[in-house]
């Protein structure tokens, strides 16, 4: 089965076991599925039932896509999303985002945890994405083309909404909410990176550095999906603040950086015409 019959197998499916229309998507990240609780859940679905669906392998993704009502909005979300490390290819990675377009997904807001890389940040803080560098092996738009998902080259200079981003901002200074802007650097992952790593990431113009994002947002600008992006930032590769850190940890300060995380989503969903 080619690629296009895998996706619309997967659409179908998803379609007879929720027949209400969406047009925003969320991917919620690594210990930050607590965020789906905020959704008013109206059916959820396991990654397993679905046709052709990937299957999270990492211990804090749940893998179920959630569907139902945030902030007024009728909202899917994905709670536990598939990287390249895990070995899969990344028409598998981004594999979601293009269901998500046959579902009707015109708006995603895509979330992460990441190592913070500019000596402005601390430990739990949360920075809005503005932009993004790719620095996988692949690209997600490797091979064959389908005219269906979009153009072939398609422009990445405006990867990340600054409408959304704008609306953002603006309600965490309203708030008070301790947030940065900065760019987002995708890497293969899955070991952390040396001291020199972290130095030279931020030497070629990155705030944070994480493990997915990249790809699906890739995907998503292809396809004309509107894309917010927001990190948690759980571990500092800053010179004199680097130390050795455990997945636990990792988890703990997403968990420090969700509650913020979620009332930022929750009004970015309720501002999205």
Known sequence: MNYLNQISEATSFIQSKYS??????????TGLGHLGEQIT?????NYADIPNFPLAT??????????GELSGKKVMAMKGRFHYYEGYSM?????????MKKL???TLLVSNASGGLNPEQEVGDVMLIR??????????LRGKHYEEFGPRFPDMSDAYSTDLTAIALGFAKENNFRVHTGVYVGVQGPNLETPAEYKYLRGIGADAVGMSTVPEVIVARQAGIEVFGIS???????EGKITKVTIAEVLAAAAIAEPVMAEIIKEVVRKVD
């Open 131 to 140: 932009d993004q560098i790719d620095l996988f092996p692949e690209s997600p």
């Open 20 to 29: 209400g229309q969406v047009s925003i998507g969320i991917i919620l990240g």
């Open 41 to 45: 859940v109206e059916k959820e679905i």
């Open 104 to 106: 009707g997904v015109k």
């Open 91 to 99: 028409q598998e990675v981004t594999f979601p985002i293009r269901v």
């Open 58 to 67: 990492v211990e804090s993704h749940s893998g179920k896509l959630i569907f």
């Open 232 to 238: 948690a930032i759980t571990d500092l590769g800053v």
